[in-house]
């Protein structure tokens, strides 16, 4: 019996000396992964963060459709025209002094702002015109003055050296409505040397240079 007891004893102490050696194992395999968790409401939003550089320019686009036709003006554009063009004849050549000089062939007159029977621009419109003047001098001197309402604008004088020779002159006038302009031997008769014939003219000009881009737009009337 103290026999057997020995042997229990000798053998767990054996067993005791073994398990002091710390022998481990392979890894094991991963678990399974867990479940998701509750969800939970989302948190404050953050500061407002710093302004970004600026971005590159981006590509043009492409062209537009043509747009559809506008609708007619409402109101209505006026335009007023004036001008006139005159020249000598043989029977009014070699004038008077200090009279209008009647230009009696009329080249052009449409508007009637000119008189040929008087020599007389009457302004209709009132703005800026332009006066031109060309003359063919013979037998005489020629001195004429460029008249508005019965004042002297301009002169020009030509001496006479035996042949026909050639004057001119212009200006710019603003004119106001009912204003005259005409052009007159501004001395004595020595001086009057405008001719005309068949070949030889003196002329008297003048038209509208502008008024307000020599047209204006007024409003449709109302109903």
């Not at 948190?43 to 492409?62: E, L, Q, S």
């Not at 537009?64 to 001008?83: F, H």
């Not at 302004?123 to 005489?140: E, G, L, P």
Request: overall charge negative; glycine content about 12%.
């Amino acid at each position: 019996m103290l026999f057997l007891i020995g042997l229990v004893n000798a053998a767990e102490q054996s067993v005791s000396e073994k398990n002091t050696g710390c022998v481990y194992g392979h890894p094991g395999i991963p678990g399974d992964p867990g479940h998701n968790g509750m969800p939970r409401r989302d948190g404050r939003d953050g500061a407002k963060g710093d302004k970004g550089d600026r971005g590159d320019i981006g590509t043009c686009g492409t062209k537009g459709s043509k747009g559809d036709i506008g609708e007619p003006e409402t109101g209505t554009c006026l335009r007023y025209p004036s001008a006139f063009s005159a020249r000598l004849s043989e029977s009014t050549k070699l004038p008077a002094a200090n009279a209008p000089i009647r230009f009696d062939k009329v080249l052009y007159n449409r508007q009637g702002h000119y008189d040929p029977e008087t020599g007389r621009f009457t302004c209709a419109i009132s703005r800026v015109y332009f006066f031109n003047y060309h003359i063919t001098v013979y037998s005489r001197n020629v001195k004429v003055a460029l008249m508005k309402n019965g004042q002297q604008v301009i002169y020009t004088m030509d001496s006479y050296q035996g042949d026909e020779d050639q004057a001119a002159g212009g200006a710019v006038l603003e004119l106001e409505s009912g204003d005259k302009v005409w052009l007159q031997v501004a001395d004595k008769l020595l001086f009057n040397g405008l001719y005309a014939d068949e070949d030889d003219d003196t002329v008297f000009s003048s038209f509208l240079l502008f008024w307000d881009n020599a047209f204006f737009c007024r409003p449709k009337p109302k109903n």
